[in-house]
C-alpha cells in the first residue's frame, strides 16, 4: 500500500507521493519525506506535479541523506530538480507536496488498495450507521490513522475490519471507537 497524506480533490487523478520539507546544502537540494512504501520509489515515477498539476519536477538526483542530524531526519530524502540550482529557490519549494499521475501506479494485487481510494469514502459503525467521510489517511511514526470526520482511528484490521473500495465505505469496530471516546473524555478532566 502506498501512503498518502489529503488532498484537497478526493476525486483528484493525482496521489501524493511525498513532501517537500527543507533544504540540503546550498546548490538547491531539498529534503524530502515520501510517502511510498519504499521510499526511493519515489524516484521512479518520472515527472513529480504539485497539487495544481501546474508545475512539474524533474528529478536529476535522489539519495538517503549521508548522515542524518536527527532521528526523524534518517526517513527523509535528499532530492536535486532540474531548474532548481541554489538554496533559496529550494527554500522557496519548502511544504510542496509532490503528486503524481493516478494512471502511473501500478495495478492493485488481490484486496490491495492505495491510501488515496480511503479518501472520500463513508465510515461507518458495525451496524451500519454513517460516522461521516474519510477526510484523510495520516501517519504520525506510528501507524496509519483514519481522520473519519472528527475522529482519529487506528488504521489496523482490529479497528477497521472491512474496507470495501467499491461500494464506497468501511466498517469500523466499536472497540475503536471506544478509544475515541475515552481519549476524548481524559482530555476533559
Known amino acids: 500500500m502506498k501512503k498518502t497524506q489529503k488532498t484537497k480533490n478526493p476525486n483528484s487523478t493525482f496521489v501524493c507521493l511525498g513532501e517537500i520539507v527543507g533544504v540540503h546544502g546550498v546548490r538547491g537540494g531539498v529534503h524530502v519525506r515520501s ?17 495544481a498539476g501546474q508545475r512539474q519536477f524533474q528529478l536529476t538526483h535522489l539519495s ?9 531526519e534518517a526517513a527523509l530524502l535528499v532530492a536535486h530538480f532540474a531548474g532548481i540550482d541554489d538554496r533559496d529557490m529550494a527554500q ?33 459503525d458495525t451496524a451500519g450507521h454513517s460516522l461521516g467521510q474519510i477526510m484523510g489517511v495520516h501517519n504520525f511514526g506510528a501507524g496509519d490513522i483514519l481522520e473519519v470526520g472528527a475522529q482519529m482511528i487506528p488504521f489496523t484490521t482490529a479497528h477497521v475490519p472491512e474496507v470495501n473500495i467499491a461500494a464506497g465505505f468501511v466498517i469500523i469496530s466499536s472497540e475503536a471507537l ?3 471516546t475515552l481519549e476524548e473524555e481524559s482530555k476533559s478532566e
Not at 64 to 72: D, M, V
Open 35 to 51: 510517502f511510498a512504501s519504499d521510499a526511493k520509489d519515489l524516484g521512479s515515477y518520472g515527472i513529480l506535479y504539485d497539487e
Open 64 to 72: 538517503a541523506p549521508k548522515k542524518a542530524s536527527k532521528k526523524s
Open 92 to 124: 522557496a519549494l519548502r511544504g510542496t507536496r509532490l503528486y503524481i499521475e493516478r494512471s502511473q501506479l501500478p495495478p492493485h494485487q488481490n484486496k490491495d488498495f492505495y491510501h488515496a481510494d480511503l479518501i472520500g469514502l463513508e465510515g461507518r
Open 178 to 180: 471506544e478509544l475515541e
